[in-house]
C-alpha cells in the first residue's frame, strides 16, 4: 500500500489526466478533492448532480475540510465534457445504471484509505446514486446525505414523459456560457428514475445506511411526497435516519447546494449537513429534544438528563432550530388541530 501523501497525490494527478484528457467544459467542472495531512477520521465523498459539476459540492466540502475532514468531489462518468452538444451530437451521458454505480464503489474503495469512515452525499441523481449505496452497500459508509434524491418526477406528466421518451431534451439556457450541461438524451435521466422506483421498493425491506434527506417544498424536479415517503419507510429499519423539508418561504431550489445556483438558505444547509455528520443520534432522540425544548428546557440541560452530552456535535444546538417542533407536538397529541 502506498503511503498517504502518495495516496492524496495520486488521486489528485489521475483525476487531473483524466480530465485534461477529455478536455473539460471549464474548471469548475474539474474533480475537487480537500486533503489533510494525514488520514483523518471522517472522509466526505459527494455526487454531483446530473448534468451537473464538482463545484456544487465545493461550499459544503470547505465546510467539512474546516471539521477535519477529508473531502472527495469526483467529475461523474460522462460529465464535463467541452462540445458542442445536439440531438445530432448528443452529451455523452450514461445510460446504464451501472456506469454510475461501479463509479461510486470505485470511489468509495479510495476514501475508504483515507480515513476511518466514510460519508457519502449527492443532489439530485446524486442523491439518488447515495442512496443506491445507503441500501445496497450499507457496510461501506457510515452514513449519507441526499439532497433533493431523484426518486421520481414532480409530476404524472414528468414521470410518463422521462419513462417513454427518447427524444432529447434541454434544460434551458445558454449552452455555451453554462457551467455544465443543459442539454441530454432522456434515456440518459430515465435510469436515475429506474433507479428511484426501485430504491423505493427496497426501502420498505431492506435496513440502509444511516440517510439524512433533504427536500424542499418549492421543488420543481422531484416530488417530495416521495421523499416523505420513502424516508418512512427507511426510519422504520434504520433509526438514525433523518429528514427535512425547506419550507417555501426559505425559496429553496431543487438547486440547493450553493447561493449561485439560486440557495439563499445555503449556510443553514451546511449547518445542518455537519450537525449530522458529526452526531450520532437516532430520530427519536432529535424529536424527544425538540419535544422537551418546547416545554421550556434548554438543549445543554436535556441532552444531559438524556444522557446524549456525549453523541451531540457542536452543530446540533443550531440544527435543532430548523426542526418543526410543532409537528411533533402535535404528533404526541393528535387531538391537538392548528386552530387549538
Request: with cysteine; glycine share 6%; hydrophobic share 40%.
Amino acid at each position: 500500500m502506498p503511503n498517504y501523501s502518495d495516496l492524496t497525490q495520486t488521486i489528485a494527478a489521475q483525476a487531473k489526466a483524466r480530465e485534461d484528457a477529455l478536455p473539460l467544459r471549464n474548471e469548475s467542472c474539474r474533480s475537487k478533492f480537500l486533503f489533510h495531512s494525514a488520514p483523518t477520521k471522517k472522509v466526505c465523498l459527494f455526487f454531483h448532480g446530473f448534468t451537473g459539476y464538482p463545484d456544487q459540492f465545493l461550499p459544503l466540502g470547505k465546510a467539512l475540510f474546516q471539521q477535519g475532514y477529508n473531502v472527495l468531489i469526483p467529475l461523474l462518468p460522462g460529465h464535463g465534457k467541452a462540445g458542442k452538444w445536439t440531438r445530432d451530437n448528443p452529451t455523452p451521458l450514461p445510460t446504464d445504471s451501472k456506469v454510475y454505480q461501479d463509479f461510486a464503489l470505485q470511489w468509495i474503495q479510495q476514501a475508504q484509505a483515507l480515513g476511518q469512515q466514510v460519508v457519502i452525499g449527492g443532489l439530485s441523481g446524486g442523491g439518488t446514486l447515495s442512496a443506491w449505496v445507503a441500501l445496497n452497500h450499507r457496510p461501506l459508509i457510515d452514513r449519507a446525505l441526499l439532497f433533493a434524491p431523484y426518486l421520481s418526477g414532480n409530476s404524472i406528466t414528468d414521470k410518463l414523459f422521462i419513462k417513454l421518451s427518447n427524444s432529447y431534451y434541454s434544460w434551458g439556457g445558454d449552452a455555451d456560457r453554462a457551467i455544465g450541461y443543459t442539454n441530454f438524451q432522456v434515456p440518459a435521466l430515465r435510469l436515475f428514475l429506474d433507479m428511484g422506483a426501485q430504491l423505493m421498493k427496497q426501502a420498505r425491506s431492506t435496513p440502509a445506511a444511516p440517510m439524512f434527506i433533504f427536500s424542499t417544498e418549492i421543488d420543481d424536479s422531484v416530488d417530495t411526497n416521495d421523499h416523505k415517503a420513502f424516508f418512512a419507510d427507511a426510519l422504520r429499519l434504520q433509526p438514525k435516519c433523518w429528514a427535512h423539508c425547506f419550507d417555501r418561504s426559505y425559496k429553496v431550489p431543487h438547486t440547493m447546494m450553493t447561493v449561485a445556483e439560486g440557495n439563499q438558505s445555503a449556510a443553514l444547509l451546511y449547518l445542518m449537513a455537519k450537525a449530522y455528520v458529526e452526531s450520532d443520534l437516532t430520530w427519536a432522540d432529535v424529536e424527544e429534544i425538540g419535544f422537551q425544548m418546547t416545554q421550556g428546557k434548554t438543549f445543554p440541560s436535556i441532552v444531559a438528563a438524556l444522557g446524549l452530552a456525549d453523541r451531540v456535535g457542536p452543530n446540533m444546538p443550531a440544527m435543532m432550530t430548523m426542526v418543526d417542533k410543532a409537528a411533533i407536538v402535535r404528533s404526541r397529541n393528535p387531538s391537538m388541530s392548528d386552530n387549538n
